[in-house]
């Protein structure tokens, strides 16, 4: 992998987003049907947070599936909001910067996924699997 090539070569795009305004519910559907773990927060075509799955699960219970709290956890996610769990500031990358600009950010913080911003709009996202997928299969498509 060259490390110069632009984030547009391995990102994905389209990107599933979620509106501030969204329950905890919707965002639980979209990891689950998709099986991603970071999903952008977009307030009329604007960044506005990024809600990761270790974001999510900190608003669960942890229960035992025999528990008598077994609803305990659907009230949170039908009552709870995504801006309520979502991370507010965040760092974001353009389609045209590098590969190695993206490795740059990871390696000094402690996310897994930048949002991908072009003129203010959100085009895609790079996360850290992104680039050990490529790494490690070249050839090969990451729906795979």
Request: net charge negative; hydrophobic share 40%; aromatic share 6%.
């Amino acid at each position: 992998m060259n490390l110069q090539n632009p984030i547009s070569s391995i990102m994905t795009s389209p990107v599933k987003t979620l509106a501030p305004e969204d329950n905890l519910q919707a965002a639980k559907d979209i990891f689950v049907e998709n099986s991603i773990h970071h999903i952008p927060v977009v307030s009329e075509e604007e960044l506005v947070g990024i809600l990761s799955k270790t974001d999510y699960l900190y608003f669960l219970k942890p229960i035992h599936k025999d528990s008598e709290e077994q609803y305990h956890n659907h009230i949170i996610l039908k009552n709870y909001k995504i801006e309520e769990a979502m991370t507010k500031r965040v760092t974001w990358v353009s389609s045209s910067d590098t590969i190695k600009t993206a490795l740059e950010i990871f390696s000094e913080n402690l996310f897994h996924a930048i949002p991908v911003l072009d003129h203010g709009k959100l085009v895609g996202i790079i996360t850290t699997h992104d680039i050990i997928f490529r790494m490690l299969h070249p050839k090969r498509a990451l729906a795979e």
